[in-house]
């Protein structure tokens, strides 16, 4: 990723986990717009580590769900998603569905 294209506003982050290991590779605070996904239970990706990592973004969305390491389908965890995806899109309206319709056209 060039320097460029992490500080453009097009560019959404959507990070399902992480080492925090890595996230200590960022110095400064990314300001690329992110969304954050991390299980309560996960054993793999402790939820630590998926906070620490969130902390190196200026204004992270947070997702959590009771889970583990495998993000769940249902509309708790996937409607965040595409409500913050929709807002990258021309329209800025239309919301991906679950079984691959869009609504809101």
């Not at 960022?26 to 239970?41: A, D």
């Not at 580590?49 to 389908?73: C, K, N, Q, T, Y």
């Amino acid at each position: 990723m060039t320097a460029s294209t992490a500080a453009s506003p097009q560019m959404p982050a959507v990070v399902a986990s992480m080492s925090v290991a890595r996230a200590a590779l960022f110095r400064c605070k990314l300001t690329v717009p992110s969304v954050h996904v991390t299980g309560r239970s996960d054993v793999i990706v402790p939820r630590r580590d998926s906070l620490l990592l969130a902390e190196r973004f200026a204004d992270p969305l947070v997702i959590e769900h009771p889970g583990g390491h495998v993000i769940p389908a249902g509309t708790a965890v996937t409607a965040p998603i595409a409500d913050f995806l929709a807002g990258f899109s021309h329209s800025g309206s239309a919301t991906p569905a679950l079984d691959g319709s869009r609504s809101g056209q």
